[in-house]
């Protein structure tokens, strides 16, 4: 492992250690049962300095790119019995948008994620973000979108073109048209906007689609936030 990659494995892992208790249960207000937690003690970090955490992470993915050797066989045996992240990203699955990567190179253990195309919230993608706060503890989501997103492109043509797909394909799509009509007539890149719109709107979503979440989000331990990834730049932008 290079020198640099030592140093920020080692600050991270003193950052995740930081006097973490163990969750027996989080209780989301009246008339909501409390989730059991999984075993053992979950990330001790809030929303705002897990936030702080990918922003430095993507500054460093942008700034000092370089690929390092990652004690991989030693963290698997750290998480092995446990997982504690403290993030979790709702991403496309876009090849080209690893989340661990450009949020500045993490390893195991530190994000929670799920990944489709057009970075939707489904009935499982749902449940998987559920669990990631209410039983692991994960302070922080991030709806991810990106540029030039396949997805969102032909969610666009679909719009202007009236395009078709085949298979499952025009379904999947279907949740990001109201995006795409929304973003129609802003000026920019077309694609851009709506992938930006679309995500915000998946953000609020989850909101209003459960108790869950909306619970630990009023009670401050939980924030929500949408972004979106430039694959020519590198760069996150949070969106309001």
Known sequence: MCKDCQTIVAGRRDILKLGAASLVAIGLGAGVPA?????GPATALTPDEALAALKTGNERYLNDPQVCTLE???????????????ATIISCADSRVPPELIFGGLG????FVARNAGNLVDTATLGTVEYGAAVLGSPLIIVLAHTRCGAVAAACDVVTKNATYPGSIGPMINPI??????AKTETGDFVTNAAK?????????LMTASTLISGLAGSGKLKILAAIYDLDTGVVTYLD
Do not use: D
């Not at 066989?73 to 992240?85: F, I, K, S, Y």
């Open 35 to 39: 989730v059991r937690a999984a075993s």
């Open 72 to 86: 991989l066989a030693q963290r698997r045996q750290e998480v092995a019995p446990h997982q504690a992240p403290w």
């Open 108 to 111: 195991l253990g530190e994000l």
């Open 177 to 182: 048209l109201p995006a795409a009509i929304a």
């Open 197 to 205: 719109e679309s995500a915000k709107r998946t953000a609020g979503q």
